[in-house]
């Protein structure tokens, strides 16, 4: 168990549905990443929080949205959803080591299956 | 832009040595991570370099070359457990620290 808990584990939906995933970070640890894995993609970073605030944004659609609330767990909200959208999505939680390394702690994953 | 390039997949046999190789190239590099992820598993953190050199951690060593843009992941006394994806990844100073993955490779162990 990495301390960084995501749910649902598996989700399976239909096409144009709305899903929202959700993950609480390791206690302690004030940012939260958002991934996304396909099958012939790598990781594909969507979006960073910290303490609240949005940190920095990759390739995310605007169909998907995200918060990071005052406890510190974050959602990540997808709507409109087609058959790409399916894929594994990663959330990760950093602490500083290595003299400032952010080192990702991942979550086990939330498989989407879009129908 | 950034581009992080490794080879899609390798194969080893069981006991022996196999060196991964992963390019990058960005405007504001600040430090390169290896990652281990076995297939339908997260990633878990392998190792992190940020000055040029060799970390050892047990059987597994990074190497990295800030002028080059390159880095290897050696993993020595191969077991059949390190079937996995070793995903190369780089924090980019000049995209908010960005840590950007690369597509992995994927090394088969052969008995």
């Known amino acids: 168990d990495s301390g960084v808990t995501q749910t649902p584990k598996h989700l399976i939906t239909a096409t144009g549905q709305r899903v929202t995933l959700r993950c609480s970070p390791r206690?302690?640890?004030?940012?939260v990443y958002w991934y996304q894995q396909s099958l012939d993609q790598g990781l594909q970073f969507l979006i960073q929080y910290y303490n609240g605030e949005e940190r920095a944004k990759g390739n995310i659609l605007e169909r998907f949205s995200a918060q990071q609330f005052p406890d510190l767990h974050s959602e990540l909200n997808l709507s409109s959803l087609e058959l790409g959208d399916s894929a594994l999505y990663f959330c990760a939680s950093s602490v500083p080591r290595y003299s400032g390394a952010n080192v990702l702690t991942f979550g086990a994953g939330s498989r989407l299956t879009v129908l | 832009g950034q581009n992080i390039d490794q080879p899609t997949e390798m194969t080893a046999t069981e006991g022996a040595i196999v060196q991964i190789n992963c390019t990058y190239q960005?405007?504001?590099?600040?430090?390169l991570f290896w990652y281990q992820q076995h297939a339908g598993e997260a990633p878990t953190f392998l190792s992190y370099?940020?000055?040029?050199g060799l970390e050892e951690k047990g059987r597994f060593s990074s190497f990295l070359s800030r002028s080059k843009g390159y880095s290897y992941l050696l993993l020595k006394e191969l077991q059949m457990k390190d079937s996995a994806s070793y995903l190369c990844?780089?924090?980019?100073?000049?995209?908010?620290?960005?840590?950007?993955f690369g597509k992995g490779t994927r090394l088969h162990i052969l008995p």
């Open positions: 990844a780089v924090r980019d100073r000049s995209r908010d620290d960005k840590i950007i």
């Open positions: 370099n940020v000055l040029d």
């Open positions: 206690s302690g640890d004030l940012s």
């Open positions: 960005t405007s504001g590099f600040n430090g």
